[in-house]
C-alpha cells in the first residue's frame, strides 16, 4: 500500500515537473524567466523548455499594440481657464526586458507622464488656441512620450485628445458667439440674395425695354415704310392715269364732308391752289340746278357769300 502511495507521489512529481519544464509561448507574446531571482533569458512564442524548480517565470507581457484611454484630466490654461482633456494613448512593447526591470509600472508611469506633459503644452496656450491645435497637441505629446518611454522598451505610437471640455460658462459664452456669428452670416447671405435678386431684376427690366424699344422702332419703321410704299404706289397710279383739274376737284368735293365730320370742325382751310382747279367745275354745278353760291379761296382763310334772297 504505501509502495502504490509513493508511485503515486512521483507520478504527480513528474507531472508537475514536466508542467513546469515545458513552456508554450502565445503568439504576440513573451515571457521573463528568472533563475534564483535573476534574469536568464526571455521566452518567446512556441515551446519553449525551462528547467524545473530552478526557473521560473517572472512576468508575462502582450507584445500587441495597447489602447489606453486615461480619465480627464484638469489643466490650466495661459489665460487661467480650467479645462478637462480626456486622453487615449496606443502603445506597444517592444522589449519586454526593459518593461519589466526598467520601470515598476509602465502603465502608471505612462499615465502620469502624459498629465504633467499635458499640463506643460497647453500651459503655454491660450483657450482657442487649444480647441484648435489638437493635431499640435498630439504631435508635442507623443514626441515627449515616445523619448521618454524608449527606454522602458515602450513605443508610443499615437495620442489622441478624446475631447477639451471647457468650463460650463465659457461654453455657453462660446455658444451665444456661434450663434451670433450664424445670425450674422444669415443676415448677410439674406441680403446678398435681395441684392442679387435685384441686380437681376433690374437686369431683365432693363433687357426688356431695350427689346421693346427696338421693337416699337422696327414697327415704327416698317410703319413708315409701308406709308411711303403706299404713298409712292398711290402717286404712281396718279401719275400713270393722268388726271385733270376737273376729276381732282370732284374729288376734293367729295372729301369735303368727311372733313366737316364732326362738332369740333368750325373752320376749314381750303388752300388757294384748289382755286384754279375748281373753275373747271362751273358747268359740273351748273348741272346740280344752278349756281347757289360762290366759294372764294385766299391764303389766309375761306370766305362763302350766301346767294340773294328773291
Same mark, same amino acid.
Given at each position: 500500500?504505501?509502495?502504490?502511495?509513493?508511485l503515486?507521489?512521483?507520478? #504527480?512529481?513528474?507531472?508537475?515537473?514536466?508542467?513546469?519544464?515545458?513552456?508554450?509561448?502565445?503568439?504576440? $507574446?513573451?515571457?521573463?524567466?528568472?533563475?534564483?531571482?535573476? &534574469?536568464?533569458?526571455?521566452?518567446?512564442?512556441?515551446?519553449?523548455?525551462?528547467?524545473p524548480?530552478? =526557473?521560473?517565470?517572472?512576468n508575462?507581457?502582450?507584445?500587441?499594440? %495597447?489602447?489606453?484611454?486615461?480619465?480627464?484630466?484638469?489643466?490650466i490654461? %495661459?489665460?487661467n481657464?480650467?479645462?478637462? +482633456?480626456?486622453? #487615449? +494613448?496606443?502603445?506597444?512593447?517592444?522589449?519586454?526586458?526593459?518593461?519589466?526591470?526598467?520601470?515598476s509600472?509602465?502603465?502608471?508611469a505612462?499615465?502620469?507622464?502624459?498629465?504633467?506633459?499635458?499640463?506643460?503644452?497647453?500651459?503655454?496656450?491660450?483657450?482657442?488656441?487649444?480647441?484648435? $491645435?489638437?493635431? *499640435?497637441?498630439?504631435a508635442?505629446?507623443?514626441g515627449?512620450l515616445?523619448?521618454?518611454? !524608449?527606454?522602458?522598451? +515602450?513605443?508610443?505610437?499615437?495620442? *489622441?485628445?478624446?475631447?477639451?471640455?471647457?468650463?460650463t460658462s465659457?461654453?455657453?459664452?462660446?455658444?451665444?458667439?456661434?450663434?451670433?456669428?450664424?445670425?450674422?452670416?444669415?443676415a448677410?447671405?439674406?441680403? *446678398?440674395?435681395?441684392r %442679387?435678386?435685384?441686380?437681376?431684376?433690374?437686369?431683365?427690366?432693363?433687357?426688356?425695354a431695350?427689346?421693346?424699344?427696338?421693337?416699337?422702332?422696327?414697327?415704327?419703321?416698317?410703319?413708315?415704310?409701308?406709308?411711303?410704299?403706299?404713298?409712292r404706289?398711290?402717286?404712281?397710279?396718279?401719275?400713270?392715269?393722268?388726271? =385733270?383739274?376737273?376729276?381732282?376737284? &370732284?374729288?376734293?368735293?367729295?372729301?369735303?364732308?368727311?372733313?366737316?365730320?364732326?362738332?369740333?370742325?368750325?373752320?376749314?382751310?381750303?388752300? $388757294? *391752289? +384748289?382755286? =384754279?382747279?375748281?373753275? !373747271?367745275? $362751273?358747268?359740273?354745278?351748273?348741272n346740280?340746278?344752278?349756281?347757289?353760291?360762290?366759294?372764294?379761296?385766299?391764303?389766309?382763310?375761306p370766305?362763302?357769300?350766301?346767294?340773294?334772297?328773291?
Amino acid at each position: 500500500m504505501a509502495i502504490i502511495i509513493v508511485l503515486i507521489i512521483l507520478v #504527480v512529481l513528474v507531472f508537475i515537473a514536466l508542467m513546469k519544464t515545458v513552456q508554450v509561448i502565445p503568439q504576440a $507574446s513573451a515571457a521573463i524567466v528568472e533563475r534564483f531571482g535573476r &534574469y536568464t533569458r526571455t521566452l518567446n512564442a512556441g515551446l519553449n523548455i525551462v528547467v524545473p524548480f530552478i =526557473d521560473s517565470i517572472r512576468n508575462r507581457i502582450d507584445l500587441r499594440e %495597447q489602447v489606453v484611454p486615461f480619465p480627464p484630466q484638469p489643466v490650466i490654461t %495661459q489665460d487661467n481657464l480650467v479645462v478637462n +482633456i480626456d486622453t #487615449v +494613448i496606443y502603445y506597444q512593447v517592444t522589449d519586454a526586458r526593459a518593461a519589466t526591470y526598467e520601470v515598476s509600472s509602465f502603465i502608471q508611469a505612462i499615465e502620469q507622464l502624459t498629465v504633467t506633459t499635458l499640463r506643460n503644452i497647453i500651459g503655454g496656450m491660450d483657450l482657442e488656441r487649444t480647441l484648435t $491645435s489638437r493635431e *499640435e497637441i498630439n504631435a508635442a505629446l507623443r514626441g515627449v512620450l515616445d523619448e521618454a518611454t !524608449g527606454k522602458w522598451g +515602450i513605443r508610443v505610437n499615437r495620442v *489622441e485628445l478624446k475631447a477639451i471640455e471647457p468650463p460650463t460658462s465659457i461654453q455657453d459664452s462660446m455658444e451665444k458667439q456661434m450663434r451670433a456669428d450664424r445670425d450674422k452670416r444669415a443676415a448677410i447671405l439674406t441680403a *446678398e440674395g435681395i441684392r %442679387q435678386s435685384q441686380i437681376l431684376t433690374a437686369e431683365g427690366e432693363k433687357q426688356s425695354a431695350i427689346l421693346r424699344a427696338e421693337g416699337e422702332a422696327k414697327a415704327a419703321a416698317l410703319r413708315a415704310e409701308g406709308e411711303a410704299q403706299a404713298i409712292r404706289t398711290v402717286f404712281e397710279s396718279i401719275h400713270a392715269g393722268d388726271p =385733270d383739274e376737273k376729276l381732282l376737284s &370732284y374729288q376734293y368735293l367729295q372729301m369735303l364732308p368727311k372733313i366737316a365730320e364732326g362738332d369740333a370742325n368750325k373752320l376749314w382751310i381750303v388752300p $388757294s *391752289e +384748289i382755286g =384754279d382747279a375748281l373753275k !373747271g367745275l $362751273s358747268g359740273a354745278v351748273g348741272n346740280f340746278g344752278g349756281p347757289r353760291g360762290v366759294v372764294k379761296t385766299t391764303k389766309e382763310s375761306p370766305r362763302r357769300e350766301e346767294p340773294p334772297i328773291d
